[in-house]
Antibody, heavy 119, light 110 residues
């Protein structure tokens, strides 16, 4: 059974750092692009970043460029999001989602992990 | 403010047909495929319709999608109470070099 399970979301102070993880199972992880999508409380979906199959290509939404880094470990079927210099605007549920290509649809989603940035 | 424009709300009675629009520009919808996602409050989004107007297993054929120029739409026929959810359109933006979502449409079944 295909599964994406996010972890790492916690309450963190402004200016702090956090590393999110997404554990994948039930499919050949190394053959898919992977994405991070977030949703602030009561708001809509916002794509954050994605990474290609071997980790050599990444894209980010402007608001996180220079602060967030997406990476993957194909040997351990895991996706990561290193988040630095966090601000209140980063408070959101963070979902990982797989896609077949850079512009392919998000065919499967995890259940999300909640990041709260507050003092 | 979202790059793609959706009406914030839509409604219909059981059995009715409802359409949700998604408006963009030449750099997003105009040059790329559009996908639709359904999110029941408190749960993760799920793919409803991909760019080839294909529905994942389990999505009824009451749902259909279309695209013309820089706009797309999702149609739901034979509305059912279980269709009450938030619906989002999404596409790749060639100018921004990232994915963009619509602001979402909250569908209420009266």
């Amino acid at each position: 059974e295909l599964q994406l399970v996010e972890s790492g979301g916690v309450l963190v102070q402004p200016g702090g750092s956090l590393r999110l993880s997404c554990a994948a199972s039930g499919f050949t992880f190394s053959t898919y692009w992977m994405n991070w999508v977030r949703q602030a409380p009561g708001k809509g979906l916002e794509w954050v970043a994605n990474i290609n199959e071997d980790g050599s290509e990444t894209y980010y939404v402007d608001s996180v460029k220079g602060r967030f880094t997406v990476s993957r470990d194909n040997a351990h079927n895991s996706l990561h999001l290193q988040m630095n210099d966090l601000g209140a605007g980063d408070t959101a549920m963070y979902y990982c989602a797989r896609s077949g290509s850079r512009t392919g649809w998000f065919s499967s989603w995890g259940q999300g992990t909640l990041v709260t940035v507050s003092s | 403010q979202s790059v793609l424009t959706q009406p914030p709300s839509a409604s219909g009675t059981p059995g009715q047909r409802v359409t949700i629009s998604c408006s963009g520009s030449s750099s997003d919808i105009g040059g790329n495929t559009v996908h639709w996602y359904q999110q029941i409050p408190g749960t993760a989004p799920k793919l409803l319709m991909n760019s080839h107007n294909q529905r994942p297993t389990g999505v009824p054929d009451r749902f259909s999608g279309s695209k013309s120029g820089t706009s797309a739409s999702l149609a739901i026929s034979g509305l059912q109470s279980e269709d009450e959810a938030d619906y989002y359109c999404a596409t790749w933006d060639d100018r921004l070099k990232n994915w963009v979502f619509g602001g979402g449409t909250k569908l209420t079944v009266l």
